[in-house]
C-alpha cells in the first residue's frame, strides 16, 4: 500500500471495453449452435472452422440485440455499416481473423448511469457498441504437457461496449460493469455469467497528476472474469502506476493479464497499434443497413428498464432507495413485484414481502423467483387480509405463508378462518385476555405501576401468547395501557 498523501496526489482514468455474447440460438455467421456446455469441438462446421470456399451469413438475432442495447443506452443508431477482418492469429481463431465492424459501429454514443464512491448518479459515456464474433477457448489446466482447445465458442456472436475513459476508481469500474450486466439480463440479450465467459471484461487504466493536462500512459488488462477481479486488477494497477512514476521509471504501453490468486498483473506484450490487425472490409458481408421502421420495432417490444423501474419506485411508489435498488437488482424479481402493485397499492409492504419472505423461501430452497409457487395475486390478497385488520403480521408470515406454500391455489382468507387465526378486533374479547395476564403476573404490574413503563413489552407479549397471536395488536396496546394505568 502506498502512503494516502502519494496516492491523492494521482488521479486515475478508466475506461472499459465489455464483451457480452448474446443470447442467440446459432451463431454469428453460421446455423451452427450456439450453447455453452456442450462436449467440446461438437458446436463446429467448416464455417467455424474457416475451410476454403465457405461463406459467412449474418445472424438477423444479432442486429435485433445490438439496437436493443442501443436504444437501452440512448446511442445513436447508424443507418448503414459495414463489417471487417481484423487479423491475426490465434490457436483458438481457425480462420486467422475475427469478423467485427471497425469504422462502422452500428451504435456510437449514450451512457450508462452508475453509482459513484460518494453514492451520487454519474453518466458514464458510451463511445460505440459494435457486433463481432469471439474466439475459441484455450485450457492450459488439463493437460500438464499441452494447450487444448475447444472451438465450440469460435463464431458465438458479441456485442462489444466500449466506454468513454469518465471512470476514476476501482469501485465505480465495479459499479459500471455491474449495471452493464444489470442491463443486457434485462434485455434479455446476454445471460451475464462471467464466470462462463458470457460477460468478459478489458480495462484500460491511466493515472496522472490532478493538476496534469493530459492522461498519462494507457495499459490494458484484459478478460477479467469476475466484477471482484476488475476491481481488483484495476486498484492494483494503479497502484503500480503511481509507483513507477514516483521511482522516476516509465511505464510502458502494454497488454497485461490479471493473476487472481496473486492479486497482480503480469505483463503479456507491448500494446498493438491498430493497424498492426490490418483491418480491411470484409468481402463476403453485404454492408448492414437499419431502417428507422426496424428500430421503432425493437423500441416497441422493450421492457421496463432497472434505472426506470429505480426512479419509479422511488419517485411515484416513495420507496426507499435501498429497497428500490435491491428490488431492481434482478429482472424476474423486479417482474414479480410489478405484478404483485398491479393486485395491491400497499407498495411498502409488497416490497417487504418480496425483500422478506419471498427471497428467505428462495435462498433456503436455491430457487429462482420464476420458480416462487404463489402468485403475485395471491400475495396480495395475503397482504389484503393484514389490511383489512383479519390478521397481523406475524401471523401471516409464520402461519399462512407457509400453507400457502404447500398449497398455493388456496385462498389466505379461508386458510386464517381454517386455521382459526381471524384476530380479535373487539374490546371485550381483548379485555378478558388482559385480565387474564394482570392477574397472573401481579409482581410485573406493581413494577409497572411503579414507574417501569418499558414492561408495557413484557404484557403485550403474554397478551398475544394468551390470545394465541389473535388478538389486534394496535387496539390491544391501547387497551392494555390503559387499563395498567388505572
Not at 461463406?55 to 442495447?69: G, Q, R
Not at 465450440?152 to 476508481?169: C, F, M, Q, Y
Not at 490479471?258 to 470484409?282: C, Q, V, W
Amino acid at each position: 500500500m502506498i502512503p494516502e498523501e502519494i496516492r491523492n496526489k494521482y488521479q486515475a482514468v478508466i475506461g472499459l471495453e465489455v464483451h457480452a455474447q448474446m443470447l442467440t440460438a446459432s451463431k454469428a455467421y453460421s446455423d451452427d449452435v450456439n450453447e455453452y456446455g456442450s462436449a467440446p469441438n461438437t458446436n463446429v462446421s467448416a464455417i467455424t472452422l474457416g475451410h476454403p470456399g465457405t461463406l459467412p451469413v449474418m445472424n438477423k438475432k444479432t442486429i435485433e440485440f445490438a439496437i436493443k442495447l442501443g436504444v437501452a443506452c440512448e446511442s445513436h443508431i447508424h443507418e448503414e455499416q459495414h463489417f471487417a477482418r481484423k487479423n491475426y492469429f490465434y490457436p483458438d481463431l481457425p480462420k486467422g481473423y475475427q469478423i467485427t465492424q471497425d469504422t462502422t459501429p452500428i451504435c456510437t454514443g449514450g451512457q450508462i448511469y452508475i453509482k459513484d464512491d460518494s453514492g451520487n448518479e454519474k453518466k458514464i459515456g458510451i463511445t460505440r457498441i459494435h457486433m463481432e464474433e469471439d474466439a475459441g477457448k484455450s485450457i492450459h489446466d488439463v493437460d500438464v504437457y499441452d494447450t487444448l482447445v475447444d472451438l465450440n465458442r469460435a463464431g458465438v456472436p458479441l456485442l462489444e461496449i466500449v466506454s468513454e475513459p469518465d471512470i476514476r476508481t476501482s469501485q465505480e469500474a465495479y459499479n459500471y460493469v455491474s449495471e452493464v450486466r444489470k442491463l443486457v439480463r434485462y434485455l434479455d440479450i446476454c445471460d451475464g455469467n462471467m464466470e462462463e465467459g458470457s460477460l468478459r471484461c478489458d480495462a484500460n487504466i491511466s493515472v496522472m497528476l490532478k493538476d496534469a493536462s493530459e492522461f498519462g500512459t494507457k495499459v490494458e488488462v484484459k478478460n477479467m472474469n469476475s466484477i471482484r477481479n476488475v476491481q481488483k486488477a484495476i486498484e492494483f494497477e494503479i497502484e503500480r502506476q503511481i509507483i513507477t512514476i514516483e521511482n522516476g521509471e516509465s511505464l510502458a504501453q502494454e497488454t497485461r493479464s490479471f493473476d487472481a490468486l496473486k492479486g497482480i498483473t503480469i505483463s503479456m506484450r507491448t500494446k498493438e497499434a491498430a493497424n498492426d490487425y490490418r483491418y480491411f472490409p470484409e468481402p463476403d458481408l453485404l454492408p448492414l443497413v437499419v431502417k428507422e421502421d426496424q428500430i421503432n420495432e425493437v423500441k416497441k417490444k422493450m421492457p421496463s428498464l432497472p434505472r426506470d423501474l429505480f426512479l419509479k419506485y422511488t419517485n411515484e411508489l416513495n420507496l426507499s432507495e435501498y429497497d428500490a435498488g435491491n428490488l431492481t437488482e434482478n429482472r424476474d424479481i423486479a417482474l414479480f413485484y410489478e405484478e404483485l402493485i398491479k393486485e395491491t397499492s400497499n407498495y411498502k409492504s409488497a416490497s417487504n414481502w418480496v425483500m422478506g419472505d419471498v427471497k428467505s423461501y428462495l435462498n433456503k430452497n436455491g430457487l429462482e423467483i420464476t420458480d416462487f409457487p404463489i402468485s403475485a395475486k395471491t400475495l396480495a390478497a395475503l397482504i389484503g387480509i393484514i389490511e383489512d385488520g383479519k390478521v397481523n403480521n406475524t401471523i401471516a408470515s409464520q402461519k399462512i405463508f407457509p400453507v400457502l406454500l404447500e398449497n398455493p391455489s388456496k385462498d389466505p382468507l379461508q386458510i386464517a378462518e381454517e386455521l382459526n387465526l381471524i384476530q380479535e378486533s373487539d374490546a371485550g374479547s381483548i379485555l378478558t385476555f388482559i385480565h387474564e395476564v394482570i392477574e397472573q403476573h401481579p409482581d410485573e404490574v406493581s413494577r409497572y405501576r411503579g414507574g417501569e413503563k418499558q414492561l408495557i413489552g413484557f404484557f403485550m407479549g403474554q397478551l398475544m401468547k394468551a390470545s394465541k397471536g389473535k388478538a389486534d395488536p394496535k387496539a390491544a396496546n391501547q387497551l392494555i395501557r390503559e387499563t395498567l394505568d388505572k
